[in-house]
């Protein structure tokens, strides 16, 4: 019997075979999922409704299972019509998240163009769809090592 919140056996197959610097996007609800996987990732579509499941959902359970060294959403081109708007409040959800869970990593944008370079390499794992309505809500979550003892 598992201890941890992440019940998922695709999910927790691939996070088990997992190792330091791979790569899990946890993908909002328009990301394209499907035409950007990495060679070595495997997509699970948790999409059952509009807005169930969220990114947020998943990142709490995720957080109970895995190691997190780095955490980056899709940052907002300057030339999108959003980015007047500052950070998306989803954002800051995900920072409670983390917080919540005792990891320190900061929420590190990567401009658009380059968070699909850095999900299509080959370290990335998995990705996990979603049908999170929240603009932005995309978060690509880096492996850490399991310290002695944890």
């Known amino acids: 019997m598992l201890k941890h919140q992440l019940l998922h056996p695709q999910i927790n197959a691939v996070l088990g075979r997992a190792g330091h610097h791979a790569k899990v996007l946890i993908a909002d609800g328009n990301y394209p ?7 070595n990732a495997e997509l699970v579509s948790l ?9 947020r959902q998943v990142l709490e ?17 300057a030339d999108d ?9 989803v954002w800051a ?5 983390l917080d919540a869970a005792h990891v320190h990593v900061p929420l590190e944008p990567i401009v658009k163009w380059d968070f ?9 794992v998995l990705t996990i ?18 310290k002695p003892g944890e």
């Open 33 to 39: 999922a499907s035409t950007t996987l990495g060679p």
């Open 47 to 55: 999409n059952l409704t509009p807005g169930v499941v969220t990114v």
């Open 61 to 77: 359970v995720l957080v109970t299972a895995i190691p997190i060294e780095a955490a980056n959403v899709m940052g907002i081109p």
């Open 81 to 89: 019509p959003y980015a007047a708007r500052g950070n998306p409040p």
């Open 93 to 97: 959800e995900f920072r409670e998240t």
């Open 116 to 124: 699909y370079d850095a999900v299509a390499s080959r370290d990335h």
């Open 129 to 146: 769809q979603t049908a999170d309505q929240a603009l932005w809500a995309n978060l690509l979550l880096t492996i850490g090592v399991r």
